[in-house]
């Protein structure tokens, strides 16, 4: 069992990584080159060739070394396990909603505004965060922390930091 | 420039920043979860306005406080707070099941103190060793200290080396993204400006560490986790007898160097530093056999030796702009956010800031002991904070930093991306400290490595023996770091077989 969860601890990441490496290997060619006076006989396409490719043979390599366990594992009598798509996403929900949340919020904060983005996504971060049957307790605290700290943060760094947070529709009310 | 220093460091503005940097370090690091690095990340935006001493104290202070705090949790609570707290549980936990938790917590105090201390003084005395050598350091020799520090990521990938290189490369190739050094022509950048620059460690570094460590906490939002704290501890005194601390010198001086040469390995942490110097003193002992039943001398290794990694790790990145973990990452990042250039001419060029920030280490250690011996019943209270609340106002700080950075939203979008990156890498078994060190290193080594080859024609390499000694150093730590990776990967598989037939 522990071995079967081995070998796709290999064979995913490492033809992931492959196919990173390959498109990355793919694009180094569009990349201009200096060619005047004073230019290095190591063009600048050199460098990304390098890393390229030694992303390119490690991927491959851990994807073969995955395929050889796997291959080992069936060999000594294992039973591949079916990957269960519907199963992982039931049991990662969290890591899930958690990532969508965060997504949401940084596509939104620049046109809604940092206020009230931050609210939002405090409140729901709080909730997933929260295990399901204590949801009931944590609704009003996790308002108030988003409200609170949302502002307070706000008004903080912006005012007094100097970091330019977006205003989003603050904006219309001159904050 | 001392004085200035001294001066920058006890203006009571900077004292208050330290005292709350390590209050809040403590705090983050004796939560287990939490992290000095997260912690330097949520305030590294608080200190954007602040003055280079005062900012780069603070978050020095974090840092203290932050690798000090993890014995708390370890003691406690047998879990680690931070990663350089592992060794701590060895004995600290047996220590406090025998009703000696004051002794635990007080003795790991004590000598975290004892640590600091050590290695601020010998970051004193070798970084501006290490700046005068550097001084003489041209292309090939900074091409052959980035193949070096490179090639130390096959020594702290542990048994799955290919992985661990894949993370180094992948930092390598993060960092191509940008104008080109030398001939400033954009690559990867996909006609957006805002990539110009390239991405920022910063925004690296909370995507890597912040980001991944909520996501890691949602997973196991649906596991019951009941810490049973043991809120009886009191510390009377230091918790140990005078006779029975100076009994302790010798281990502690032999793990505070142990602690400090970890430290300035680029890429290893205090979690090594610490175990190696548990396994030193151990072997070093009298009783060995007694080490894991709660004996103070397994306290006073693990945390004697993780504080005086702080300054052995500073020592790189002071004199050589190479981080020796993450939080120095991170604090290559803070120095860059106060126009502070760390490299051999730090002390010409920021000499008053790189003497406030050895000054502002004393006071921290000093501040670091006082809080947790007076303290200790707060930060065992603050175990109890519940982190849902908690980790959501982190991230969005951490956001904050990220846009801070550069006044640019779009770093928020590149923190996002990064922190999923991580979480995949982390669920595959990738390390993520090496990527670290590929991202600074990489542009060091193109940018050299393409001077090299200009100058190659009429400056011959072995005309450097710098380079030379580099370059056998990193041969030697090839092939050392290959034969200890493959018995470990040995091992592992050994113990895997044995498993499996117990199955």
């Known amino acids: ?175 | 420039m001392i004085f200035e220093g001294l001066f920058a460091a006890i203006q009571p503005m900077t004292i208050l920043l330290i005292a709350i940097g390590t209050i809040v370090g403590i705090i983050f690091g004796s939560i287990p979860g939490l992290t000095a690095t997260m912690a330097i990340v949520m305030f590294l935006p608080v200190t954007y306005s602040m003055t280079a001493s005062q900012g780069i104290s603070m978050l020095m202070a974090l840092y203290i406080g932050g690798i000090s705090g993890g014995l708390i949790s370890a003691i406690l609570l047998n879990i680690p707070g931070t990663p350089s707290s592992v060794a701590t549980c060895f004995d600290g936990k047996p220590l406090a099941d025998k009703g000696e938790a004051g002794k635990a917590l007080g003795t790991g105090v004590v000598f975290s103190f004892i640590g600091t201390m050590i290695g601020v003084g010998l970051l004193i005395l070798l970084t501006p060793v290490l700046c005068n050598v550097a001084l003489k350091f041209q292309a090939y020799e900074y091409c052959a200290l980035a193949i070096f520090s490179l090639s130390m990521v096959i020594a702290l990938t542990g048994h799955d080396m290919p992985k661990g290189l894949i993370s180094a490369v992948l930092g390598a190739l993060l960092a191509t993204v940008g104008l080109a050094p030398i001939d400033s022509k954009p690559r990867f950048t996909f006609g957006m400006f805002q990539l110009n620059n390239g991405f920022a460690l910063l925004v690296l570094l909370i995507g890597l560490f912040a980001i991944s460590e909520v996501m890691k906490y949602a997973e196991e939002v649906r596991k019951e986790q009941k810490y049973i704290v043991n809120e009886t501890a009191k510390i009377k005194g230091c918790g140990f007898t005078l006779k029975e601390g100076i009994a302790q010198i010798p281990n502690a001086i032999v793990s505070a160097f142990i602690g400090v040469a970890i430290g300035i390995l680029p890429g290893i942490g205090g979690g090594v530093s610490c175990m190696i110097s548990y396994t030193v003193s151990k072997n070093l002992s009298k009783h060995p056999e007694l080490y894991g039943t709660g004996i103070m001398d397994g306290v006073v290794a693990s945390e004697t030796a993780n504080n005086g990694t702080i300054g052995g790790a500073m020592i790189p990145l002071l004199a050589l702009g190479i981080p020796g973990d993450a939080c120095t990452a991170m604090l290559l990042g803070g120095l860059q956010v106060h126009n502070v250039a760390p490299g051999p001419l730090i002390y010409t060029k920021s000499g008053a800031v790189v003497y406030a920030i050895f000054f502002s280490m004393m006071i921290s250690a000093v501040f670091m002991m006082i809080f947790m011996l007076i303290g200790m019943r707060l930060f065992v209270a603050v175990l109890k904070v519940p982190k849902n609340y908690l980790l959501p106002v982190v991230i969005v700080l951490c956001g904050i930093g990220a846009i801070g950075n550069a006044n640019m939203v779009f770093d928020t979008y590149c923190m996002v991306a990064f922190g999923l990156m991580s979480y995949l890498l982390i669920k595959s078994k990738v390390p993520t400290v090496p990527m670290i060190l590929g991202f600074i290193l990489g542009p060091m080594f193109e940018e050299n490595l393409r001077r090299v080859s200009q100058l190659a024609s009429s400056d011959k390499f072995y005309t450097h023996p710098i380079f030379m000694v580099l370059l056998f150093a990193t041969i030697i730590v090839v092939i050392f770091s290959v034969r200890s990776n493959r018995r470990e990967a040995m091992l592992v598989a050994a113990g895997e077989k044995e498993e499996e037939e117990v199955e």
């Open chain 1, 1 to 175: 069992m522990k071995q079967n969860s081995n070998y796709r601890l290999d064979i995913i990441p490492g033809l992931g990584i492959a196919l990173i490496a390959l498109i990355y290997l793919l694009m180094v060619p569009g990349i201009q080159t200096f060619t005047g006076m004073g230019s290095t006989p190591l063009t600048n396409h050199f460098v990304p060739y390098l890393w390229g490719g030694a992303l390119l043979v490690l991927g491959l390599y851990v994807a073969i070394r995955g395929f050889r366990k796997r291959a080992a594992f069936v060999k000594a009598g294992g039973r591949i396990e079916k990957f269960d798509f519907k199963t992982a996403v039931n049991e990662k929900a969290e890591v899930i909603a958690s990532f969508v949340a965060l997504t949401v919020y940084v596509a939104l904060m620049n046109a809604v505004g940092f206020v009230p983005m931050t609210i939002v996504y405090l409140f729901f971060q709080i909730l997933i965060l929260t295990p399901k049957h204590e949801w009931k307790k944590a609704y009003i605290p996790a308002l108030i922390i988003g409200v609170i700290c949302s502002v307070v943060l706000y008004y903080v760094f912006r005012y007094h930091l100097n970091v330019l947070l977006p205003q989003g529709i603050l904006k219309a009310f001159g904050l």
